[in-house]
């Protein structure tokens, strides 16, 4: 049951996709190999900008829209 308790990085990107135009969203949701290749992507983001000097700064100012 752990795997589905959300932390820091799950939240972020949830935010992050919720920030995203809207037809975006949409074909994310309905291609889940698109999903899962947009997530994977954001969360080694994340994962580089924790493990940086200024987590703080980078991990606010990341987003989906790149």
């Known amino acids: ?18 920030e995203m135009d809207q ?8 291609s889940p190999e698109d999903l899962k290749m947009k997530v994977s992507e954001k969360m080694q983001v994340l994962h580089e900008a924790a493990s ?9 100012s990341l987003s989906l829209n790149e």
Do not use: F, W
């Open 52 to 60: 940086g000097s200024e987590a703080g700064d980078q991990l606010g």
């Open 23 to 30: 037809s975006k969203v949409i074909h994310l949701i309905e």
């Open 1 to 18: 049951m752990d795997h589905l308790t959300p932390n820091y990085k799950t939240t972020k990107v949830i935010r992050m996709l919720l």
